[in-house]
């Protein structure tokens, strides 16, 4: 059974950055068998990929345009983590943040965190 | 690409089936053949869940009353007799081409 377990505030200042952490039991961040997304869930843009970072020989990452130049996905093979980074916050930023697996011979987001409402405002 | 789904709202009686379409600006078919086409669900207050991936195939402990069918552009999810718990969400979710996007969702309720 595949657990992710996210953590990180729920309360940031416009221009602060948004720092979410995936903690994965079950499974290995490290893995070539599964990428690692964030998706993120407000009322106004419904769900919205944000991004995805996986192992193959060497690490890759891929953003949505929308956030490409303020979003970083980094991994932690030591804490079998990944994390999400989204700089320069504004009050369109204020949403749930869901992180994911999405398991290559399914290519549907199989397992998923709890879901972490950050809210933006000054 | 831009994943429509219909209706927006679906009020069905329980026991009586329900069905949610998704059209597709685009065809989704992957260049190695297969067809990236997802469907999840959402409970009021729960992360979605997947029901089903690559169009018809239901995910471990889906109940086979869901079902999934479709090609290219068009994709179905069907229920086949609404129970208490299938009410939430529907989305359909497409993985064949970056950046991944979900259609806007379908509320499946009670009458």
């Known amino acids: 059974q595949v657990l992710l377990q996210q953590s990180g505030p729920g309360l940031l200042k416009p221009s602060q950055t948004l720092s979410l952490t995936c903690a994965i039991s079950?499974?290995?961040?490290?893995?070539?068998?599964?990428?690692w997304i964030w998706i993120r869930q407000s009322p106004s843009r419904g769900l919205e990929w944000l991004g995805r970072?996986?192992?193959?020989?060497?690490?890759?990452?891929d953003y949505a345009v929308s956030v490409k130049s303020r979003i970083t996905i980094t991994s932690d093979t030591s804490k079998n983590q990944f994390s999400l980074h989204l700089n320069s916050v504004t009050p369109e930023d204020t949403a749930v943040y869901y992180c994911?697996?999405?398991?290559?011979?399914?290519?549907?987001?199989?397992?998923w965190g709890q879901g972490t409402l950050v809210t933006v405002s000054s | 690409i831009v994943l429509t789904q219909t209706p927006l709202s679906s009020p069905v009686t329980l026991g009586q089936p329900a069905s949610i379409s998704c059209r597709s600006s685009h065809s989704l078919v992957h260049s190695d053949g297969n067809t990236y086409l997802s469907w999840l669900q959402q409970r009021p207050g729960q992360p979605p869940r997947l029901l089903i991936y690559?169009?018809?195939n239901r995910f471990s402990g889906v109940p086979d009353r869901f079902s999934g069918s479709g090609a290219g552009t068009d994709f179905t999810l069907k229920i086949s007799r609404v129970e208490p718990e299938d009410v939430g969400v529907y989305y359909c979710m497409q993985t064949t081409e970056l950046p991944w996007t979900f259609g806007q969702g379908t509320k499946v309720e009670i009458e």
């Open positions: 994911a697996r999405l398991f290559w011979n399914k290519k549907g987001p199989d397992y």
């Open positions: 690559q169009i018809s």
């Open positions: 970072t996986y192992y193959g020989s060497k690490w890759y990452n």
């Open positions: 079950g499974d290995s961040v490290s893995t070539n068998r599964a990428a």
